[in-house]
T-cell receptor
Framework: GAGVSQTPSNKVTEKGKYVELRCDPI?????LYWYRQSLGQGPEFLIY????????DSGLPNDRFFAVRPEGSVSTLKIQRTERGDSAVYLC?????????????FGPGTRLTVL | QKEVEQDPGPLSVPEGAIVSLNCTYS??????FMWYRQYSRKGPELLMY????GNKEDGRFTAQVDKSSKYISLFIRDSQPSDSATYLC????????????FGTGTRLQVTL
């Protein structure tokens, strides 16, 4: 079956612009996660959803970052007033349920470049 | 200091060698320990997981957790060129088990 998909695969934007990154989780997965991976680093947790609600948003770096999952499936990560430091690969993952050892399946990521 | 430390490598070994990859961590609350493999320009994929201390074997891969030393290892036997990738350790706490904390990843190159 289809895995986690993310669009766009690459996004180049200018400093100060607004961007939206989309994640389509595996069908039937109730939990969805966003991570950010900078060059040469491991993924860094941003936020996770159980259903439609954000269960833990402790990793969002500041109020320029916001994520939604209005129908409990597709999620959008929104970044306002982008800065050069936001350049990274944004990874989305989904799991059947949250917690325990529910395997998180990762998408290929969206590579964001802020000029 | 980061919660999870991992040598970034690169680590280069000949085909057939035994590979040892390691992570140390500082937070004693971590209970779930995972190893992910990430190929270039791909998302991480789960290789192994263990809960609390102990060993786990799956084919050519063995994961070990020593909670007393806050040290985890992944061993790859009979390494293959297709094992060339970045290996990431990850861990989480009971109660916040959905929030994974990753190491920086170790880049492995298996040469012919």
């Amino acid at each position: 079956g289809a895995g986690v998909s993310q669009t766009p695969s690459n996004k180049v934007t200018e400093k100060g612009k607004y961007v939206e990154l989309r994640c389509d989780p595996i069908s039937g997965h109730t939990a969805l996660y966003w991570y950010r991976q900078s060059l040469g680093q491991g993924p860094e947790f941003l936020i996770y959803f159980q259903g439609t609600g954000a269960a833990d948003d402790s990793g969002l770096p500041n109020d320029r970052f916001f994520a939604v999952r209005p129908e409990g499936s597709v999620s959008t990560l929104k970044i306002q007033r982008t800065e050069r430091g936001d350049s990274a690969v944004y990874l989305c993952a989904s799991s059947l349920r949250a917690g325990g050892i529910n395997e998180q399946f990762f998408g290929p990521g969206t590579r964001l470049t802020v000029l | 200091q980061k919660e999870v430390e991992q040598d970034p490598g690169p680590l280069s070994v000949p085909e057939g060698a035994i590979v040892s990859l390691n992570c140390t961590y500082s937070n004693s609350a971590f209970q779930y320990f995972m190893w992910y493999r990430q190929y270039s320009r791909k998302g991480p994929e789960l290789l192994m997981y263990t809960y609390s201390s102990g060993n786990k074997e799956d084919g050519r891969f063995t994961a070990q957790v020593d909670k007393s030393s806050k040290y985890i290892s992944l061993f790859i036997r009979d390494s293959q060129p297709s094992d060339s990738a970045t290996y990431l350790c990850a861990m989480s706490r009971t109660g916040t088990a959905s929030k994974l904390t990753f190491g920086t990843g170790t880049r492995l190159q298996v040469t012919l």
